[in-house]
């Protein structure tokens, strides 16, 4: 069984910035497309970013030019950078590893809320 544990999040003002990890136990980590999702109150999740096995990076509209998903295959951790937050930003974010046809897996989430 894979473990996700996330970190980063909490309260950041608008314009500011926040960078979330996510951290992979077991050896497979290099092998697993990544993602990050969030919920905001009220409404469905939805993808933010994912980045392919291969580094292939893909962005919801959302968050294109402000965050950036990245991976470090050496410290079986990706990293969601965020930049210029506004209140639409406010969420909890939830880590996501996959790959076909059985692996699927998701961390417990992470608040982030922007406010002044």
């Known amino acids: 069984q894979v473990a996700l544990v996330q970190s980063g999040g909490g309260l950041v003002q608008p314009g500011g910035s926040l960078k979330l990890a996510c951290y992979s136990s077991g050896s497979m980590f290099r092998t697993y497309t990544m993602a990050w999702h969030r919920q905001a109150p009220g409404k469905q999740r939805e993808l933010v970013a994912n980045i392919t096995d291969g580094g292939w990076a893909n962005y919801a509209e959302s968050a294109k030019g402000r965050f950036t998903i990245s991976r470090d295959n050496a410290k079986n951790t990706v990293y969601l950078q965020m930049n210029s937050l506004n209140g639409e930003d406010t969420a909890v974010y939830y880590c996501?590893?996959?790959?076909?046809?059985?692996?699927?897996?998701w961390g417990q989430g992470t608040q982030v809320t922007v406010s002044s």
């Open positions: 996501h590893a996959y790959s076909f046809p059985r692996e699927d897996y």
